[in-house]
Each structure stands twice: as structure tokens, then as C-alpha cells.
């Protein structure tokens, strides 16, 4: 990408005009990955150049950072008219993530209408499909005819954010049907609505979870999804665009939980944005908590240790093994936990069949345990000449990695079963049980078999 | 759900005419959560059942093994005339997962049009645009008028995967521009096409890789995006709903590394699917090798201790904080390493700005070092009555954790660099090296300020 050493040049050099040009001929695409890398100052310059529809295209797709910096460049006039121009769903966002102050007096200069769409979705709880669906839909009435409905898409389309999926309401805007805009295209002018919509149309409330809504599309290949209230009245649609970034936003979030990153966000930027980007002490707000679980587990470990003081201090080198104990049941029990979650969002494990997906999940820790306890017993055994403390190492192995998949399994399906978010909770609960058991196990299997050394 | 208890009653009670009326009232999404739930032989009867349409939408969404056992269940005609009706994408993630002389023999038994179809997308490497294409799209020529083009979509409407995004070819197919179906819509009947168009289109090779295809279907919001072979001739296109899967797969990959289950398939079947209902062989060669590769540091760890059985038979008690200081060093390493690959998947961290990103890593590493190192050292100084062994313990905590975030970062940049999948490998190499030398940073410090006591 050479876009943004051009674009430096030809603001340093103040030929706008070239400048003007080389945006003109650049793909949207190719701005955007320029933008991110231009100082404050060169952004602002470039967004003024930019037309119209680019501008908002790249705004919606900026860091909140970029974008806060961009709108204080604006006039009062200006800004008023960009955040009017946005999609509500991006507006409300880009609300969300503003000064409570500045939010309230950009609200009040929106257009009427627009202010009423805006408050409406700000009116539904964060991460719910209320909160990320668009008010910018079109509905048919049954008794139209496929001419009639065909004439308002077209009158209607430059306003919508989709046209292509439609739907059909009763005068009181409870849903009644859908139709594809191919549907109405293959479809006679004259045939009515009634007759070319589906009737059973899968739909979602406004309470309905964000994540929800998005696997729904994602497994029914839909482009939009309807929205309605309690009275089954049609509120707004959910777009495909919409549903992905959810997904990935899900996805990050269950990725953060499970390498012990602690969600502190409020919401207004991302925890990979405040880990990448933020303030010393908003990382440590971050990363600081699961660490100092562990280190109250590191100490239980320990004191476990200090009770077999005597056992170390006659045979030393039954230390040599303790990395073994805690690297192998810490990496069953991750494989385990990962197994069991991604099976669960991948639907090949289903909750109701816990109970059959445990045993086999215990059958194959105890497998894995049996080969690696005759392998690392075995190296034991014949490293320190010592057939006892082989067979000590092997078995505490064997118990211990059986444990810690048994652990990976259990833990987030207990943790679902009392509602608590299962990727947050399980991995310190999953390290700290498998450590402290995995030590006390190997310590009691070298006491009874390395016994007469003591 | 209740569908597959309903299901499952009727079917004994061989009342096909209710089953038949229950699965017409049924919506399509129910009865794909109930169709899981079903033995192999009601699944048989349920899918004959079905409208051809809800089948093969049905059919789609179906585990590997569920999609071979209905297929048994056919008469070769069925097969042919089943397999000759499915999108030509999935048709071909069909023919992959099936034994090859089977699958040969279903490609000579498709119609002559939709072999040579399936046989272009075989053509092209896994995981690439050229594979996961649709050829179902709508080309239109830039003389035409909006007219003529709205005609053509109508009649093509019904044959092709979207109808939604409109590409413009010249006679040799050269891709000449873009153009959706809103576009067209609003335009006046009159104009040509060529006025219409967006020429600027974007466009992925058939050799450009699938995730970066579903990127960019992402960033952008677009519902599909052409593909071109080599010539810039358009010969496929890649949809939306395709791209959605295409990243849910590449996140599981990404964790799957992340979590040390190696990947041994040979794309027949998911990761997931192995894991969860895979045989205890092919379990065992998922979740072996990273194991074995644990066992070695291991061991390797062991030996650090062995170094210094002295200090360990003269002073017992420093074994008592082996558990902290790996644990600790751990899940820095894992904090680090997941805001270094989620920052690059995101778009947080540039690669180009590593070193950036690199020192200030080194800098939260040092800080939250300190911070553990001087809690755990003072309660270590207290626990064992010795401020020497506070120092040891802490100071090793500082110089492990910093170690730990930098490792984080600079392993999987220098697999990327190397082009080594950067996932597949950090987690088994950070593990292995933090190990170690944590340890040995520990027992130097311990011997540097327990001299006296040796």
C-alpha cells in the first residue's frame, strides 16, 4: 500500500488538487486501509475531499478514536448534518459511544424523524436485536397487487438499507408475511401479495439475544431478519452485514474470557482495542484479575508441596516431576474445555446430551493418561534408576490428566447450568482445581511407593 | 422442542398421514433442530416426507455422516437427480467428503451442464475463491438498456444463487463492471447499463485465499464478490452467506491451534466433528501430538530443576513456589499471544508496526511483573520467615512475566514471518520456553540470594 505516503505528500506539498485526483481513482477499499495510518490531522483533510457517500462509508467502518476525531473537526452545522445522514443503526452507536452531553444535544438536532427512530433504538437493552436492528425497511400489504408493491420498492429503495427482503403487515404493523424481492420479480403484475409471501416467517423479538439473532441468519442464509414487539407488531430488521460483525464480536469475546482477560469494557471501545491501544491502567484493568486468581492458586499449590516437606527433603528429586504433573493436566484440561465449547456453538454437542459426550470425554483423558503415564514412567524409572518412582509419575499422570478432562467438561457445563457466562469462569476454575489435585495426587503416589526412601 | 418426540410417536405408530400434516405446519428451522435428534432410519423416512425444496434446504445444513446415511437410503436415480439439484458449492463439499470411486460415479451421472461445472470448482485448490464460487450469477453486457437487463433477471431469476448483485462481461467474459439490483431497479427503463455500472469492481482471484475472500466480503458489507481467473475473465462468484460460515470455520481453526488439537483432518470432516463424536484413534491423533510436545519441555523443565538438587536438598522449601512461577509466566504468555492474534485479525495491530506494538507489550509485561512480583514476594518473605527468598521469588516473577509478554508477541510474528500458520504454533513453543527458563531464572536468583544457606 503506497496510498499513504502519496496521500502525506500531497498534503505536505498542499496540492490538493492531485490529491483530489488520486482519491478520485483509488478504490474505497484502498482509502480505508490508507486512512487508518494518516495522522489526525491528514484524516481530516482527506475526509473533507472525500464525496459524500464515501465519507460515510469510511466513517462507519473508523475506530472510535478516529471517529470522535473526525466529528470535532466538523462545524456544529456539519456534524448535525453527517450524524443525520448515518444509518440509524451506525448513528445509534456512534451515540452510544459519545459524551452523554454532546449525545443529548446531537439528538436534539437531528431531524424529527430521524431523532424518533434514533430514541427508539436506544430505548432497547445493548446487545439485543432491538438495540442492532434498522427501522429502514419496506412493507407491502397482502392485498397489493405485485405491480403495485414493485412500484413502491422502486420509489422507496434509495431510503432503504435493503430492499431485496420484504415484508407485509396488517394496519396494525403485525406481521403478516415476507417475500424475497426475487419472489415479487419472477412473480405476475397482477398477482396479489397474499399469494407469492410466506406466511411462516421466522422472526425474532426485540429482547431477543444479539447472538442469537445472528446464528439465526448465519444457519437459515437469510439477508435480513424481521423484528417484531410483544404484540407481534413489526419493529425492524436485522441485516446479514450486521450479523457477522456480531459474530465476530462474540467470538473475540469468548477468546478474551478463555485466555484470562477480564471484560471491564463499558462497551464504548472493544477490549482488543483497549488492550492494543489503551492506557497502562486500563490494561491492567483487563489482564490483572485472572492473574491474581491465579496467584492464590499458585500459593494452594505451594502449600500442598509444604505438606509433603519431609518427602522432598529425603528425596529431591521427586521435584524434578512437578512442570510434568502441571504442563500435562493443564493442557488436557484446555483441550477438553475447548472441545466442549466450540462443539457446544458448532451444534456437535448438544447440552441435553451432557451426559453421553462426558463419558467419552472421561474415557479419552483416561486413554491419553494411560499412554502418557507408561511413556513418562517409564523415562522416569530409567532417568533417576528408581522402578517406584516410575510408577508413581505414571499413575499420577494417568489420574490427573483422566481429572483434568473430566474438569474441561464439567466446569463450563455447571457454570451454564447456573447461568454464568461458561467462557468466562471455566479456565481459572479449570487451572486451580487440576493444579492443587494434580500435586496432592502425585505427592500421595510418591509417599506410598517411594515410602522406604523416607 | 417437542417436533422430534412428535415425530418419533408417529413414525412407530406408522400414522405417516399426521407425521406428513405435523411437518407441514412445521417451520423449516424446527424441523432441522428436530431432525438431529432422530435415529438413522426415521431420519430416512422424515426426509422422504419433505417437499423436494425443504429437503434440500434441510440436506444442506446436515452433519457429514447424517448427509451419507440418507444418501444410502436412495435408489441410484434419486441420488443422481438429488445430487444434480443441489447448488453447485455444495455439491462439491458433498463430493469431497465421499469415497472417491463413488464420487466419480456420481459426476458421470449428472447432467452434462452441471458436470462440467462441478468439475471447473474441483479444479481449484482448497480453501480458495476458485473452490467455494457459486457459477450461478447474472452476467449482463454493457450495451444493454436497463430494459432488456430487468428482462434478463426475471428469467434467470429462478436458476441462480443471487439475482441481487448483476456483473457486466465483454464477449470475451471479461468482468467490466458491477452493478446490484437496486440499481437497476431505480434506473429508467431506457438507459444503458454501461451508465449504471460501477466499473471500479472489487475482485478476488481463484487463487486468492477463502478467508481473505470473506474478509472482504465483510469489511465492505457486499452480498457477493466476483472472481476472476487469470485473464480477468469473471467465472464465479462468492456469496455472503458462504463467507459467514467460511469465518465461523477459520475462528475454530484459530482456536483448535490455539488449543493444541493438531490438524490431522483431511478436510472430510470438521476438527469439531472429529473430537466430539470421532473414534479414540482418531481422537488420540488430534490431541496427541501437541501432548507429546509437553511432555518434552516437560521433562527438559525437569532437568533445570535437576541442575540445582543441591539447593533442593539444602532448602526444601523452594519448591514451594515451582506452581507460581510457571502458572504465572503461563498465562501472561497466553494473555499476550491472544491480544497479538485477535489485534491482527481485527485490524488493531499492523504488522508493519510491530515493534510498536512489540515495546509496549514488553513495557504491560514489566508493569504487571512488578506489580505480582512485589505481592507474591512479600507474602513468600512471610510464609517462610525469609526476605531473601521474597527478593528471589519476586525478582523471577519480574523477569518471567516480561519474558512471557514478549515471547507472547515476538513467537507468533516470527512464524508469520516465516509463513508458518502462526497459530498452529506459538502455544506449544511459548509453553516450552517460558517453562524452562522460568525455572532456571528462579533457581539462579534463589542461589544468588540463598547462597548462605547452601
Given at each position: 500500500m503506497l496510498y499513504e505516503k502519496i496521500i502525506s505528500a500531497f498534503i505536505e506539498s498542499k496540492d490538493m488538487e492531485s490529491l483530489k485526483a488520486v482519491l478520485g481513482d483509488a478504490e474505497l477499499m484502498e482509502i480505508l486501509h490508507a486512512f487508518h495510518d494518516l495522522t489526525p490531522e491528514e484524516q481530516v483533510i482527506v475526509f473533507r475531499l472525500l464525496p459524500k457517500d464515501d465519507a460515510l462509508s469510511i466513517f462507519e467502518e473508523l475506530d472510535t478514536d478516529e471517529q470522535q476525531n473526525l466529528l470535532r473537526s466538523f462545524t456544529d452545522e456539519k456534524t448535525i448534518e453527517f450524524v443525520n445522514e448515518l444509518a440509524p443503526d451506525d448513528r445509534v452507536k456512534l451515540l452510544e459511544e459519545m459524551p452523554a452531553v454532546v449525545a443529548k444535544k446531537l439528538i436534539n438536532s437531528l431531524s424529527p424523524e430521524e431523532r424518533k427512530v434514533t430514541n427508539v433504538l436506544l430505548g432497547y437493552a445493548p446487545e439485543t436485536a432491538g438495540r442492532i436492528m434498522t427501522t429502514e425497511y419496506i412493507s407491502l400489504k397482502r392485498d397489493m397487487t405485485v405491480e403495485r408493491a414493485l412500484e413502491k420498492v422502486r420509489r422507496q429503495a434509495k431510503e432503504k438499507e435493503t430492499i431485496y427482503t420484504l415484508y407485509v403487515t396488517d394496519n396494525s404493523k403485525k406481521l403478516e408475511g415476507v417475500l424475497s424481492l426475487k419472489d415479487l420479480l419472477m412473480a405476475d403484475g397482477g398477482a396479489k401479495i397474499e399469494a407469492i409471501m410466506t406466511e411462516k416467517a421466522i422472526k425474532a423479538s426485540t429482547d431477543t439475544d444479539q447472538e442469537e439473532v445472528a446464528r439465526l441468519l448465519q444457519e437459515l442464509d437469510l439477508l435480513a431478519l424481521p423484528v417484531v414487539d410483544k404484540e407481534d407488531r413489526l419493529v425492524g430488521i436485522v441485516t446479514i452485514d450486521d450479523a457477522v460483525d456480531i459474530l465476530e464480536e462474540e467470538v473475540t469475546e469468548d477468546i478474551f474470557d478463555q485466555a484470562g482477560?477480564?471484560?471491564?469494557?463499558?462497551?464504548?471501545?472493544?477490549r482488543s482495542e483497549v488492550l492494543v491501544s489503551g492506557s497502562l491502567w486500563a490494561i491492567w484493568k483487563v489482564r490483572l484479575p485472572f492473574l491474581l486468581i491465579t496467584l492464590i492458586a499458585g500459593f494452594l499449590a505451594g502449600m500442598v508441596i509444604e505438606g509433603f516437606e519431609e518427602v522432598l527433603e529425603a528425596t529431591a528429586f521427586v521435584a524434578f516431576f512437578i512442570p510434568l504433573i502441571m504442563d500435562m493436566g493443564g493442557n488436557v484440561g484446555t483441550q477438553s474445555s475447548t472441545v466442549f465449547a466450540r462443539g457446544v456453538v458448532l451444534g456437535h454437542i448438544q447440552v441435553k446430551h451432557f451426559f453421553k459426550h462426558f463419558f467419552k470425554e472421561i474415557g479419552v483423558g483416561f486413554s491419553i493418561g494411560t499412554l502418557v503415564g507408561i511413556m513418562a514412567g517409564t523415562i522416569a524409572a530409567i532417568w533417576q534408576g528408581l522402578p517406584m518412582l516410575g510408577l508413581a509419575v505414571g499413575l499420577a499422570l494417568v489420574v490427573t490428566m483422566t481429572l483434568a478432562a473430566l474438569l474441561g467438561f464439567l466446569v463450563p457445563f455447571v457454570l451454564i447450568k447456573f447461568n454464568v457466562?461458561?467462557?468466562?469462569?471455566s479456565a481459572p476454575i479449570i487451572t486451580s482445581i487440576k493444579d492443587i489435585a494434580g500435586l496432592l495426587i502425585y505427592f500421595v503416589f510418591v509417599s506410598i511407593f517411594l515410602g522406604n526412601l523416607l
Open positions: 482477560l477480564a471484560d471491564i469494557t463499558k462497551k464504548e471501545t472493544s457466562d461458561q467462557a468466562a469462569g
